[in-house]
């Protein structure tokens, strides 16, 4: 309620951050990670990245003022578990913030996702022996009626480790890769749709051939029913340890009321997720997916590059439909 930002903490995280934006070229993954998340969204508030100029731009002032626009109680929900009957809770809260008055208006909405991607293949020129690939789009806002297939999708598709079909074809099958992951990743606005990769440099086109060809094939037809059965079984098995302990269920409860769930989401959770049949984990791959409308964001060195453009000439290649563009980048990317 009454920051101090003291002026030597500001000082110590403005180096911290320079430090942390100066060395981001040294991971090829948060390269990777940042370019993807640029081309998706633009120079919008989802797309934008933090550079030197706007550390060093950052002052004392600028965070009270953020703060006073900012940090409020309205619309608020406070939290309490423990040992604590009601009105010892209420005497501690009017002791604290009892002065802490409502301003009679809610934070703006989330600002709508306008940047229209333009579909490619971008490649980064860095010098690292493994190639760093992440590909996808733009996605769905939270809770689209398919949400439970969604989340299926994802199991079957590449968020369950070594039991997903990207790991089973791209590493176990071919031996691309030592690890691959993807799946549509909704959001408040517009999520993203994604698969990361990392790979030797002369396989990089096949990797990401067979990553797209993982996703036509849930196109094609739909999983088994013996995948389904499996993976209702591993949602089922972590959904309940989002429930260990008071503390977690009461903030959890508290976080979904803010993001705006349905009061009854969790205990319809379940029930939703056993009742997705593969046709309709089929559909979200049909529906939700575009594989000629890709995004994919390459970072290797000058053999991986080579190795794409005579991918890119020769016939039969789905990679083909896509033209190839040269990034650099800094903190941030340049197009060159």
Not at 131 to 140: D, K, R
Not at 194 to 210: C, D, G
Not at 216 to 229: I, V
């Amino acid at each position: 309620m009454r920051p101090r930002f003291e002026g030597d903490r500001l000082a110590l995280w403005k180096g911290q951050s320079l430090e942390s934006i100066r060395r981001r070229k040294e991971d090829p993954q948060t390269v990777a990670s940042i370019a993807f998340t640029q081309l998706l969204y633009g120079d919008s508030p989802y797309g934008r990245v933090t550079v030197e100029r706007d550390v060093s731009a950052i002052s004392r002032d600028l965070l009270l003022s953020l703060h006073s626009n900012f940090v409020k109680p309205d619309g608020g929900l406070l939290v309490i578990t423990g040992r604590i009957d009601r009105a010892s809770a209420e005497k501690l809260v009017q002791q604290y913030f009892g002065d802490w008055k409502p301003r009679g208006e809610l934070l703006p909405p989330a600002p709508a996702v306008t940047h229209v991607p333009k579909p490619g293949i971008y490649f980064i020129e860095l010098p690292f022996s493994q190639a760093s690939v992440q590909l996808g789009q733009l996605g769905v806002p939270r809770l689209t009626p398919d949400y439970p297939a969604i989340d299926l999708f994802n199991e079957v598709f590449g968020t369950s480790g070594f039991g997903s079909r990207l790991m089973q074809r791209i590493r176990t099958d071919l031996g691309l890769t030592y690890g691959v992951y993807g799946g549509i990743s909704p959001a408040v606005v517009k999520g993203v749709n994604y698969v990361f990769l990392q790979t030797k440099a002369q396989s990089v086109a096949p990797a990401i051939e067979e990553s797209i060809g993982v996703l036509t094939k849930l196109q094609s037809a739909p999983p088994t029913e013996e995948e389904m059965a499996e993976k209702k079984t591993a949602i089922q098995n972590s959904f309940v340890l989002n429930f260990d302990s008071i503390d977690e269920i009461a903030v959890r409860n508290a976080r979904l009321k803010l993001l705006g769930y349905p009061l009854d989401y969790d205990q319809t959770y379940l029930a939703k997720v056993n009742g997705v049949t593969p046709a309709e984990v089929m559909e979200v791959a049909q529906k939700r997916w575009d594989s000629k409308n890709l995004v994919i964001v390459i970072v290797g060195n000058h053999s991986a590059y080579e190795t794409l453009e005579r991918t890119l000439k020769a016939d039969g290649s789905p990679l083909t439909a896509f033209e190839l563009h040269k990034l650099r980048f800094e903190s941030s990317i340049v197009m060159q």
